[in-house]
């Protein structure tokens, strides 16, 4: 504080009582009105005076309180008495709140009906649980059914011819086809799993490396000489064996262009066979190419793998239509056996909210059996054998004995 300041004055040098000089008081900004506070009723204390201009924090003067955020303090008139605390009151504030804003879906999301109910972790049944209830609801939001024991078959064929089908990679099909076949074998059935797939990935998986191949289902496919018993192969499990495949199949797709009644190529190789198997599993291409149309025209049924996962499952509508088109002008016969739901994880809701749209869009056709994520499925590939023999008692292997009784109690041939 300086001369120019306050003209006419002298410089104020403080004081140690701390009160201003009187010729400074008159230079000071006139204080404002105050509002007086009454005492509580009934109390014999003098009303004592609070500028609102001595407070940091906005002070209400009907009743008497001065807020301070969360909690509130109420001084009492009287000297030297501590403040009282009053908690915020529970009823509901008179400002308005902006409303939250609302969740944006997809727009892929409104082809499918909206879920009326989420579950929980709680509400998901033990599945792989031999010894469980069963009687709970299952990851598809259904009642489990109690499926029986499938029955060793009384003789060996006609074969049911399924095809696993999913224009998307890395939704689990080759690993499906294998472990089915697996899980089918166990109950005493003849089954056949073909690759064809240009990638070979059944192949590996069953311990066949396809660069060694002298011999695949390309040279089935495309030489009129061989037959399917040079090409045919067993695996280490019992009752399971493999029609392999290697890079060389991806040509078969540009030959066949040029063939006469090019569709129904693997239907004219498989149908000497048919007598002799119980099951025949097809592990399509990620596509829905020359190579997958043979395949759905040669297959009685349809196994669809579909990943828990948003992107999966907008790629569904699409495979509805080529099957309808293939049951319109190829192959009558054509169903879809199910849908399965695989890499399921019941803690994401993403997970739930996906399997609960399939089963309001397809009802029944989704399976009960859901596959769930583990790191086995990794480990019987470096391996080269099915979950079934490398995890017997394993969650997921359970998990594959389920699907098996749903697929055989679904294909009357089987």
Same mark, same amino acid.
């Given at each position: 504080?300086?001369?120019?300041?306050?003209?006419?004055?002298?410089?104020?040098?403080?004081?140690?009582?701390?009160?201003?000089?009187?010729?400074?008081?008159?230079?000071?900004?006139?204080?404002?009105?105050?509002?007086?506070?009454?005492?509580?009723?009934?109390?014999?204390?003098?009303?004592?005076? #609070?500028?609102?201009?001595?407070?940091?924090?906005? #002070?209400?003067?009907?009743?008497?309180?001065?807020?301070?955020?969360?909690?509130?303090?109420? #001084?009492?008139?009287?000297?030297?008495?501590?403040?009282?605390?009053?908690?915020?009151?529970?009823?509901?504030?008179?400002?308005?709140?902006?409303?939250?804003?609302a969740r944006a879906l997809p727009d892929n999301y409104a082809e499918m009906p909206k879920p009326t109910a989420k579950l929980t972790a709680e509400d998901l049944a033990p599945v792989n649980d031999a010894n469980g209830p069963r009687n709970k609801i299952g990851p598809t939001g259904r009642p489990l059914p109690d499926l029986p024991e499938p029955k060793p078959p009384m003789k060996t064929g006609p074969a049911q011819v399924i095809a696993m089908c999913n224009q998307k990679g890395g939704v689990g099909k080759t690993t499906t086809t294998i472990n089915l076949g697996a899980a089918i074998a166990e109950t005493g059935r003849k089954v056949l799993l073909i690759d064809f797939d240009p990638q070979g990935s059944a192949s590996i998986g069953l311990g066949v490396q396809p660069h060694d191949l002298e011999l695949s289902v390309y040279n089935l496919l495309m030489q009129r000489d061989i037959t399917p018993d040079e090409v045919i192969r067993p695996t280490r499990v019992e009752n399971l064996d493999l029609l392999p495949a290697n890079i060389d199949l991806s040509a078969a797709e540009v030959q066949l262009v040029q063939e006469v009644a090019r569709e129904y190529t693997l239907q004219r190789v498989l149908d000497p066979i048919i007598p002799f198997y119980d099951v025949i599993l097809i592990d399509c291409?990620?596509?829905?190419?020359?190579?997958?149309?043979?395949?759905?025209?040669?297959?009685?049924?349809?196994?669809?793998?579909?990943?828990?996962?948003?992107?999966?499952?907008r790629g569904l509508a699409m495979l509805t239509d080529t099957i309808s088109k293939v049951q319109d002008r190829l192959n009558p016969?054509?169903?879809?056996?199910?849908?399965?739901?695989?890499?399921?994880?019941?803690?994401?809701?993403?997970?739930?909210?996906?399997?609960?749209?399939?089963?309001?869009?397809?009802?029944?056709?989704?399976?009960?059996?859901?596959?769930?994520?583990?790191?086995?499925?990794?480990?019987?590939?470096?391996?080269?054998?099915?979950?079934?023999?490398?995890?017997?008692?394993?969650?997921?292997?359970?998990q594959y004995r389920d699907l098996a009784k749903e697929v055989l109690a679904r294909c009357p041939a089987g």
């Open positions: 504080m300086n001369e120019s300041t306050f003209p006419g004055t002298e410089p104020f040098s403080g004081q140690s009582s701390g009160q201003f000089p009187g010729h400074l008081s008159a230079h000071l900004p006139t204080p404002q009105p105050t509002q007086p506070i009454s005492a509580p009723p009934g109390s014999e204390h003098s009303t004592t005076e #609070y500028s609102a201009t001595e407070h940091s924090t906005p #002070y209400n003067t009907e009743n008497n309180t001065q807020y301070t955020g969360e909690r509130s303090t109420q #001084y009492s008139t009287q000297s030297g008495i501590e403040p009282t605390i009053t908690e915020p009151s529970n009823e509901p504030s008179t400002a308005p709140r902006p409303a939250p804003p291409a990620p596509s829905l190419g020359l190579l997958t149309v043979n395949a759905l025209t040669a297959s009685n049924g349809i196994v669809v793998p579909l990943e828990c996962e948003f992107f999966a499952l016969k054509l169903e879809i056996v199910g849908i399965l739901g695989t890499m399921f994880d019941g803690r994401t809701t993403h997970a739930r909210e996906v399997l609960d749209r399939v089963v309001q869009a397809f009802d029944e056709r989704v399976f009960h059996t859901v596959i769930r994520r583990t790191v086995k499925f990794p480990e019987t590939t470096v391996v080269g054998e099915p979950i079934t023999t490398y995890a017997p008692s394993s969650q997921a292997a359970t």
